[in-house]
């Protein structure tokens, strides 16, 4: 199997599919791969690296012209140009799946849409959704805990003693989780909440506490184990308990999403306005909408003194260990897609079934 790596061209991403360690082990089960010249540079992965690996380093189109080419992000439209009718390309389709998939279709290249990958067990070590959404959870806290005017821990010192942060994370899925380890790690007091039953064991296991169990709903998980959109009493019992705790709160990290639609609304504007000055409000949601009400994407914005963080792609932005996770991912996909050392698109397979896009 012929396996081609792609240098991002989208702004602001960092992150490369695979990195030299991948590399080694296609090249040891037989495969030959060939990574665009500085592919992996911006997550400090170097062209040596590839070359050491087993690697053959080309432009743009010697990579594309591989039977199988990995990307982050799916292929723009001027990039499409580089590939040859009947190409394979691993990538996330991104929201505008639509759009992208009409644009690949003209063009004659098939997708593997990453985020595609069923919510199994066998499908787990492929999932970049999780992979990357670990990041992006412990990235938010960081980034929360180094936007605030205090510090996280408490701290007894000559010079008097400091009271603990209190954090609050809502949408205790695989960032939220993050999050709230991280939060805690750095000594702050932690508060989850999310509206799946199935998640508060898990934010108490993390030594945070649980906010309103009784806005939990029997059926809030669909049974790929995703929320839904909430009905709308109990969309205000949830509210209502969020807006009881965010007054005292120093820090908010929310996270919470239902999978193809717009962030769910959990932080109003009176809400905000009630928060003391100086709190902070990171909303890794952003992407989608925003879970705050004030939230602007890819933008920090201040409201009577509390700044919101809107950030967006914050996995790239720690692209060495991201991609190292995204890559093992890309590599276990192509395990299987290698039968008897070509590339085998088994259309009875429930993941290349889920996750293959094309005209
Ligand atoms: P996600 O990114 O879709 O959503 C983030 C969180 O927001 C979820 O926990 C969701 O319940 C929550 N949320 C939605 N609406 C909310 C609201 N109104 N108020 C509060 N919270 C709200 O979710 P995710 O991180 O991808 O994970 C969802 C679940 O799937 C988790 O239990 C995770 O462990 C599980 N999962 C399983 C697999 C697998 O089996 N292969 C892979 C990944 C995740």
Same mark, same amino acid.
């Given at each position: !199997?012929? %396996? $081609?790596?792609? &240098? *991002?061209?989208? +702004? ?22 060939? %990574?665009? #010249? ?43 140009? %580089? ?16 759009? =992208? ?13 990453? *985020? ?12 970049v ?5 670990t ?24 010079a ?10 809502? $949408? ?10 991280? =939060?805690?790690?750095? $000594?702050? %007091?932690?508060t989850?909440f999310?509206v799946?039953?199935?998640?508060? *064991?898990?934010v108490?296991?993390?030594?945070? &506490? ?17 929320? &839904? ?11 209502? /308990? ?17 999978? $193809? &639609?717009?962030?769910p #609304?959990?932080?109003?504007?009176? !809400?905000? *306005? ?7 409000i990171?909303?890794? =949601? ?24 809107? +950030? ?9 260990? /991201? ?14 897609? #290698? ?15 889920? !996750?293959?896009?094309?005209s």
């Amino acid at each position: !199997m012929h %396996v $081609g790596v792609l &240098k *991002e061209t989208a +702004p602001r991403e960092r992150r490369v599919a695979l990195v030299p360690d991948a590399i080694a082990r296609l090249v040891k089960a037989g495969d030959t791969v060939t %990574v665009e #010249r500085g592919a992996g540079a911006a997550a400090w992965f170097a062209d040596d690296a590839y070359a050491a690996a087993g690697a053959t380093l080309g432009d743009a189109a010697a990579a594309a012209a591989a039977d199988i080419v990995c990307k982050v992000q799916r292929p723009s439209e001027p990039e499409l140009a %580089v590939f040859r009718n009947g190409a394979v390309v691993v990538a996330l389709v991104g929201r505008e799946a639509a759009a =992208s998939v009409d644009a690949l279709a003209a063009h004659g290249v098939a997708l593997l849409a990453l *985020e595609r990958v069923p919510r199994t067990t066998r499908a787990q070590a492929m999932d970049v959704l999780s992979s990357q959404a670990t990041v992006a959870g412990y990235k938010a806290a960081l980034l929360g805990a180094s936007s605030l005017a205090r510090f996280l821990p408490m701290l007894t010192t000559a010079a008097g003693s400091l009271t603990p942060a209190k954090v609050l994370v809502l $949408g205790a899925g695989v960032a939220g989780l993050q999050a709230i380890a991280t =939060s805690r790690r750095l $000594g702050a %007091v932690v508060t989850g909440f999310d509206v799946r039953a199935a998640a508060a *064991e898990e934010v108490l296991s993390l030594g945070a &506490k649980f906010l309103a169990p009784e806005a939990i709903a029997d059926d809030a998980a669909t049974a790929g184990g995703y929320a &839904k959109e909430l009905a709308e009493d109990q969309q205000r019992r949830v509210l209502a /308990a969020i807006d009881g705790a965010i007054v005292a709160t120093d820090l908010v990290i929310s996270t919470a999403a239902i999978p $193809g &639609k717009a962030a769910p #609304r959990l932080i109003t504007a009176a !809400m905000v *306005e009630r928060m003391k000055p100086g709190s902070v409000i990171v909303d890794v =949601s952003a992407e989608t909408g925003g879970n705050c009400e004030l939230t602007r994407p890819g933008e920090t914005v201040e409201h009577r003194g509390v700044t919101i963080i809107g +950030p967006l792609n914050l996995p790239s932005g720690m692209a060495m260990h /991201a991609s190292q996770m995204f890559s093992r991912n890309v590599v276990t996909l192509l395990e299987l897609l #290698r039968k008897d050392g070509t590339l085998t698109l088994d259309m009875t397979d429930d993941i290349v079934k889920a !996750m293959l896009i094309r005209s």
